[in-house]
């Protein structure tokens, strides 16, 4: 049955009728009155997401673009920066200042480990001479599933005195990212996560130290300049022509994710993630990741001896419709994904690690088809 | 009556309610078999639209995103390039070169009137050591209302060897361009003109000539990198996660274009500004462009006596809920403009004028109101 689908990848995530809907009303003039409204409510709104007083920009774009904004806005050609890598993600924010010519030190961890906050001290210490400009953090790696301790590492990156350029892509609203506590001094996320809206947004914050780097910072830039886009906020426009139902969208996901309450929308993640987390297990399968640092935004699977990634996922999708994330770079058929995030609830986590069940006892595993949606149900009644 | 507005701007335009709705389905995954599909037939469909067989990508940012991925995927700081511009978006084409390093000479024409290719021809002639690598040229300038002769600059930079760039935003679908036929290098379009889809989306076009000099370009590129949207199409899918409803409505849009066909849809768009145009006159106002060159996407008109543009622009959103567009840049209090272009039809017309005609009147001139609305249905009715 084609027709529904039980979308359990890591971005994009299933989107709320409303919000659907919200997108699909009658076109409006980007530079008229109803959408200097929308964007204002926006920009006030995902302020209180970040956790931020500062600048938060919206951007039309992917958040690879989001990423590439945060460095060619902050940093010159032949600029030191730290590059923290765990995984594809991590390995992208590094590629993206490579290419416009910043000097990348690459300080990567095991796919499947978190960074070792101590390493990075040890490294930031090292560096007495201050040449290291900034550094690169992923706060959830979505290519494993593991998330960084973003507070510790901040804490380290702030002693130092660099800038530190965080990844929130997929943690935003699935796990606490507390801006200005934690003192971080550019955060990227993206529409198609924990907002639950669909993907082609991304949202770039910058508090007060990027903004005065932003002053000097050389790197060409255009269509991703945040000086622009601040000079057309000031208005309530953007200066491009925006992805205008995008916006209308976000604006209706940020009042239904209010009215949830911003502290529960995190615990349901939490919550979820580790009765995802119990199903897996039960199912006689291994977590990449260590629990300790396991992320309540996607799960990631080794997958069990004897069963073979894409057959899994397309009995998965074809049989149960239950759409699962295959594995990336190395990992590609290692592992399988189950994302948790956004517009998802009890039920979801229950029948999806149940179908999981049956396809893997289909494929040959022998396994209690049931015992993972018991393990999950034992988490959610705590 | 906020609910119903008539929405006249060069882009965004209206929007079809099966295109809307197609955007308003659950979201599905970006890289599996039901989104290839999409992205395959629209590929398909899009190289119909460009009169092309080369290469089109679909990326996900404004049309100015576009404008940028033709710059950096074709040339290298210090290259030179003649920029040619009869208004702001010229302007911005050019600016995008410069910010990336370029070397560009602009040959600029007086706003409101059209490039004389015999200008362009004597400069390529003066260029007997072929520095000159690229020409830009915008088909269409939103800004101004007029439209290019690009058959006759194309077949000049031809003659010469240069690359051409071509802006086609907001030419494409409403008035002829022929990429094959007028063997145009490379031409970006925009999904909010007449595509009749919201903005988000942007799509470049390149032919065997840009993809040699691509091989070359050696301004930095990542996420507007035509090459790796070249690899991900391959299977289906593209680099970055996309806009996915603004694909799913950019399939349902070009099956509504291919149902009214490509050839009259360029006719109604020609039909509708003649109309406009006929209207225009009939209240006594002046056309900003000689109609030799006007768009078939957009009327500039310059502001009557006496009259503030944004006085009419604000009585008429307000009590008629006709949307119009002010001027650009130095045009800003001189003229509005009526965009037409999109799904837009004959009703469309005939009240925008009438309704125009009644505002003039409010708000002092001297004028039959009935008139617009009369001449412009004298020339539908032929």
Request: glycine share 10%.
């Amino acid at each position: 049955m084609e027709e529904k689908q039980l979308l359990m990848i890591p971005g994009p995530t299933p989107v709320p009728q409303s919000v659907l809907l919200a997108g699909a009303r009658p076109m409006i003039n980007h530079r008229g009155p109803e959408f200097k409204a929308a964007i204002e409510e926006c920009t006030a709104g995902l302020k209180r997401v970040f956790k931020t007083k500062h600048e938060v920009f919206i951007l039309t774009c992917a958040g690879t673009g989001g990423l590439e904004a945060a460095v060619v806005n902050m940093l010159s050609p032949g600029d030191k920066v730290l590059s923290v890598s765990i995984g594809v993600f991590g390995d992208r924010f590094a590629a993206i200042a490579s290419t416009y010519g910043v000097n990348v030190e690459k300080l990567a961890f095991d796919m499947g480990t978190a960074a070792d906050p101590k390493k990075i001290e040890e490294r930031l210490k090292a560096d007495a001479g201050k040449e290291i400009k900034a550094v690169f953090v992923t706060h959830n790696e979505t290519s494993t599933g593991v998330t960084n301790d973003l507070k510790a590492i901040s804490a380290i990156v702030r002693e130092h005195g660099a800038l530190l350029l965080v990844d929130a892509v997929s943690s935003m609203l699935a796990m606490e990212c507390d801006m200005d506590g934690w003192r971080l001094d550019v955060v990227v996320a993206g529409s198609q996560k924990a907002f639950m809206i669909p993907p082609g947004l991304s949202f770039v914050a910058i508090n007060d130290r990027a903004a005065e780097a932003m002053k000097t910072a050389k790197i060409p830039r255009f269509y991703f300049d945040l000086g622009k886009a601040r000079d057309y906020l000031a208005t309530g426009e953007t200066p491009w022509t925006p992805a205008v139902p995008l916006v209308l969208q976000l604006r209706e996901a940020l009042r239904l994710l209010e009215k949830e309450g911003l502290d529960n929308c995190l615990k349901r993640h939490a919550r979820l993630a580790r009765a995802t987390r119990a199903g897996v297990k039960a199912l006689g399968m291994k977590l990449l990741a260590d629990e300790k640092v396991a992320s309540n935004a996607v799960t990631a699977v080794r997958k069990p001896d004897g069963i073979d990634v894409s057959a899994l996922r397309k009995l998965m999708r074809e049989k149960y419709g239950v759409v699962l994330a295959g594995g990336q770079g190395s990992l590609k058929n290692e592992i399988f994904r189950i994302g948790h995030l956004g517009l998802v609830n009890e039920g979801d986590i229950v029948a999806a690690l149940g179908l999981l069940g049956l396809g893997l006892k289909g494929l040959g595993m022998k396994v209690d088809p049931g015992a993972g949606a018991s393990a999950a149900l034992q988490v959610l009644g705590e």
